[in-house]
């Protein structure tokens, strides 16, 4: 560790200054990045390969994602624009610029999205009798039940809003789906425009008859508009959503209460500036004028539909209970040792103590690991204290369940809990609030920070000392997301790592700078340096130097140009990643030595795993596993945490997962040199890294 603090200095000042922006060639563009990745999860919902119903699942994915997409990114981005901002991103795009490049993906992301719904996916449910019926294939029976329903369960709770000089445009409510009607006074002639905000809280496919025969919500609506504009005729009726800003604008800095300044924000966006509308193909350019004047939209911010808007209901589908329709099930496993202990009236304690325990999620339960750590840390009279980082967690957490009840049993429990993490800040202030009220030392972190680490101290009095006990992982502390997405768990009562645990919460919750720390690599001061000096590290090993990454995404300019400099002194550089890429792979003269691949599946590959193959003072391998990608917002702008795993057996086990996910013979998507990823995901010998993953932990429990 000695060799890494003398340079942390001189390597992040060296690298700093050594970046040249102008050099556009060298990058990709984060957010053409990003469109790249949901391409390949669009890529899913047409692979043979995946049962039907979880293709109609992929495809909700890519349409939520999109969604989001627009509410952040591209809100920056018009953000920029109005303020006249026309700095180059490293890849050498105006924002202006980007945003061309982004309307025109879109529209054609769209339209095969399109394709694959109506040209695959309706033909492969339909033999399967699921099948999704337009009101005019429905018998005068079926229509007449319907409209029954229609009149008890969905008329009493419809509002139309006319616009007239009397009534103005109405506000359209982010993400809402409407209905836009133009009906015509037979006497006088006279058209008025109206909309028609459809529930969400009825189910967008509407069951016809006893069979998996639907109808969309909107077709029952539409088919019945004449009790609602009664004497009127419908001369125009569609679908439209809007999509708005949905970013915070908060500085914590002037926020004297922050808590009150987050659900203040969460209120205002509600009514943040449109960004997009969504359209049916063919509307009449009258109606889409009006639109675009009443919402301050250009015509390029239209994206036109031909077929049904908002994809994400398709999750309704995707939860049928036709299991020859979806996986089969992984049921999740007991971690070997904890299944021992289990069956020997064992603490978890006493398996921490025995060894470092390392746990795989969602092959391995979450609830008898982490959660079972919580519950019983809240439960054992020895614990004096709990201590842990909240960044997303469940509407009805277990985990926030034990530390109300450790904080009531007079347990000091203190949590740090990050209230501005995207689209949880509302359940996150809850919890907020639910905590503090059962005694729990609540904090909101460091001003101008996102605490994005995952970590839980417990201190335990044992027969022979007090001694701290240490959980850090991957992934967040999420019973529900720990189901769906792949991450690793680390326990240890290692002396130093619970030092430096300490020192890591003192760091967020009091008032004091931040520690050298002596096992933990923490952002935003010392994680990129850190990383920086690992890679410049190998490069001196020339070809006998080898990086293997394991990312969501990579971004940060720095450490890309780090990694290129390595390749060209030969070191040979794997990186698996799953969304963003700013890197370029197997450039002659740049990048010849770097592999990027991403893996996409029925679990999302979340965990973040870091491993050099001279990363220690001895020369031999260095594994790290923790919560940082290598992007800016990660290294400078949040509190992030990677972990030294050292104990063979975990090494060893990492090592396993990079030779499942880098297999030639397993399904993945390979970047090439022109930045066009190639998907490898079909054919005979094809397999499935995550499908081999499970089943060899299946077989391999005890670590």
């Known amino acids: 560790m000695t060799f890494w603090r003398n340079r942390f200095a001189l390597a992040s000042k060296a690298d700093s200054d050594s970046y040249d922006e102008s050099i556009g060639q060298s990058y990709i563009n984060r957010e053409l990045s990003w469109l790249d990745f949901n391409d390949r999860v669009l890529t899913l919902a047409s692979d043979a390969n995946v049962p039907v119903l979880e293709q109609c699942r992929f495809l909700a994915i890519c349409s939520s994602n999109l969604d989001e997409f627009y509410q952040i990114r591209v809100a920056a981005l018009k953000d920029q624009i109005a303020a006249d901002i026309t ?30 719904w109506a040209n695959e996916l309706l033909p492969q449910l339909a033999k399967s009798d699921v099948r999704i019926l337009g009101w005019q294939e429905l018998s005068a029976e079926q229509k007449a039940s319907l409209s029954d329903d229609f009149d008890r ?39 008025r425009f109206a909309r028609l905000k459809i529930p969400k809280n009825l189910p967008r496919f509407m069951r016809v008859g ?74 009449t350019q009258e109606v889409l004028d009006l639109m675009c004047e009443e919402l301050e939209l250009e015509p390029s911010d239209v994206t036109f539909h031909n077929g049904m808007i908002e994809m994400n209901a398709l999750n309704q589908l995707a939860s049928l209970d036709i299991p020859g329709l979806r996986f089969k099930p992984w049921p999740p496993l007991t971690a070997g040792r904890l299944l021992a202990a289990e069956y020997n009236s064992q603490s978890i304690f006493q398996v921490i103590r025995e060894r470092q325990l390392l746990v795989h999620h969602p092959h391995e339960s979450f609830n008898s690991s982490v959660e079972a750590f919580v519950g019983q840390a809240a ?20 985990i926030a369940k034990h530390l109300v009840r450790a904080a009531e049993s007079g347990k000091q429990v203190a949590v740090v809990l990050e209230i501005k993490a995207r689209f ?25 920070l996102k605490t994005h680490s995952k970590c839980i101290l417990v201190v335990r009095e ?96 720095a450490v890309i ?47 973040r795993i870091y491993r050099f193959e001279h990363g220690l003072e001895d020369d031999s391998p260095l594994h790290l596993i923790g919560s940082a990608d290598l992007m800016g917002r990660n290294l400078d702008g949040r509190v992030e945490v990677l972990v030294p795993l050292t104990h063979p057996k975990h090494r060893a086990w990492l090592d396993k997962v990079f030779e499942f996910l880098t297999a030639e013979d397993v399904a993945h998507f390979e970047l090439d040199s022109h930045d066009k990823w190639i ?8 397999g499935d890294a995550q499908q081999r993953l499970h089943e060899w932990v299946v077989a391999t429990q005890v670590r």
């Open 210 to 283: 006893s069979q998996n025969h639907f109808v969309l919500l909107e077709d029952v609506i539409s088919a019945n508009l004449s009790r609602l504009f009664q004497g009127m005729s419908i001369e125009e009726c569609f679908v439209f959503r809007v999509s708005r800003n949905a970013d915070l604008s908060l500085d914590d800095e002037d926020a004297e209460d922050l808590l009150a300044a987050v659900e203040m924000e969460l209120r205002r966006r509600r009514f943040g500036r449109a960004v997009r509308i969504e359209i049916p193909l063919g509307t």
């Open 153 to 191: 369960r969905i008329f009493p709770v419809l509002t139309p809003m006319a616009v007239d000089p009397a009534h103005p445009f109405p506000y359209i409510s982010n993400l809402a789906l409407n209905l836009a009607v133009i009906a015509r006074d037979p006497n006088s002639g006279e058209k």
């Open 379 to 398: 439960s054992d009279p020895k614990v004096h204290s709990i201590k842990m980082t909240l960044y997303r967690t469940s509407g009805d957490s277990s």
């Open 424 to 448: 949880d800040e509302a359940r996150n202030i809850a919890w907020a609030k639910e905590l503090e009220y059962a005694g729990v030392h609540v904090t909101y972190g460091i001003v101008g």
């Open 679 to 686: 998907a490898h995901t079909s054919g005979e010998t094809i």
């Open 87 to 116: 700095t180059r991103t490293p890849d050498g795009r105006t924002p202006v610029e980007q945003l061309q490049e982004i309307t025109a993906r879109t529209q054609d992301f769209v339209n095969r999205q399109h394709s694959v």
């Open 561 to 607: 140009d780090a990694l290129y400099s390595a390749s060209n002194a030969g070191v040979k550089i794997q990186l698996i990643v799953r969304g963003i890429c700013c890197l370029r792979a197997g450039v002659p003269g740049m990048s010849e030595n770097i592999a990027v691949r991403s893996i996409l599946g029925r679990y999302l590959e979340h965990s």
């Open 462 to 557: 044992d027969s022979d000392q007090m001694r701290r006990y240490v959980h850090i992982g991957t992934g967040n502390y999420n019973s529900t997301t720990a189901r769906l997405y792949e991450d690793i768990g680390f326990f240890t009562c290692e002396e130093q790592i619970g030092a430096d645990a300490t020192e890591l919460f003192n760091y967020l919750t009091g008032y004091a700078k931040e520690p050298d720390y002596l096992r933990l690599f923490v952002a935003p001061h010392q994680l990129r340096p850190r990383i920086l000096e690992l890679i410049h590290r190998e490069a001196t090993f020339g070809d006998k130097g080898q990086i293997t990454l394991k990312l969501n995404s990579i971004s940060d300019p």
